[in-house]
């Protein structure tokens, strides 16, 4: 595609619910990167993917956060019991291979946990 | 972990300055990246590099690797450079993904 898109653009939730969030990468694109920015925040990373495997999650905040890639390239971040701290700007990103290449971002999801 | 510092956190500046803002980490790294935000949330990479200068455009983005310490420079600033510019560290080992400074608030007035 013509770059990275997320779906949905805004997400509200109330405490408690579950929500899934969607990467499309670049496509062809190997790898695959998820961030989460709080308000007025830089970025924090929370995983990334290469192809189909997860090879770094040491960024998820808690086990209530689990992201896959099962064919290796679309992307879902699914949080389990939304807390109200979890609200943020979910961005994912995408590069031809690896962490040391240029990364193009999605627009983002906002999620807003009640 | 590292740690990514910038400054200033604000800057205002007239069109036409000259701005340089800056970013220091902690521990080594093997790539920085220079990023910019605009309202609404859309990030567009600007520059990944491991030593030395380059430029595109009127955007300059310098690295000290021994000082742990890079600069990014705009020449001849224009309002539509208004936006928040996000440095982010690669560390050596390429663990943890990239760790983030808290971005630089630029306005540009006409």
């Known amino acids: 595609g013509a770059g990275v898109s997320q779906s949905p653009r805004y997400k509200v939730a109330k405490r408690g619910q579950d929500v899934a969030l969607r990467c499309d990468p670049i496509?062809?694109?190997?790898?695959l990167f998820w961030y989460q920015q709080a308000l007025g925040q830089g970025p924090e990373f929370l995983t990334y993917?290469?192809?189909?495997?997860?090879?770094?999650k040491s960024g998820l905040p808690s086990d209530r956060f689990f992201a896959e890639r099962p064919e290796g390239s679309v992307s879902t971040l699914k949080i389990q019991r939304t807390q109200q701290e979890d609200s943020a700007v979910y961005l994912c990103?995408?590069?031809?291979?690896?962490?040391?290449?240029?990364?193009?971002f999605g627009p983002g999801t906002r999620l807003l946990v009640l | 972990k590292n740690e990514v510092e910038q400054s200033p956190q604000n800057l205002t500046a007239q069109e036409g300055e000259f701005i340089t803002i800056n970013c220091s980490y902690s521990?080594?790294?093997?790539?920085l990246h220079w990023l910019q935000q605009h309202p609404g949330g859309g990030i567009v990479s600007l520059f990944m590099?491991?030593?030395g200068k380059k430029k595109h455009g009127r955007l300059i983005a310098t690295i000290n690797i021994q000082e742990k310490h890079s600069s990014l420079h705009i020449t001849a600033s224009h309002p539509r450079d208004s936006a928040v510019y996000i440095c982010?560290?690669?560390?050596?080992?390429?663990?943890?993904?990239?760790?983030f400074g808290k971005g630089t608030h630029l306005i540009i007035q006409p």
């Open positions: 990103a995408s590069s031809r291979y690896g962490q040391q290449e240029t990364q193009y």
């Open positions: 496509s062809g694109h190997v790898s």
């Open positions: 993917f290469q192809n189909e495997a997860q090879l770094d």
């Open positions: 521990v080594g790294i093997s790539a």
């Open positions: 590099l491991s030593s």
């Open positions: 982010a560290a690669l560390d050596r080992r390429g663990a943890d993904g990239l760790t």
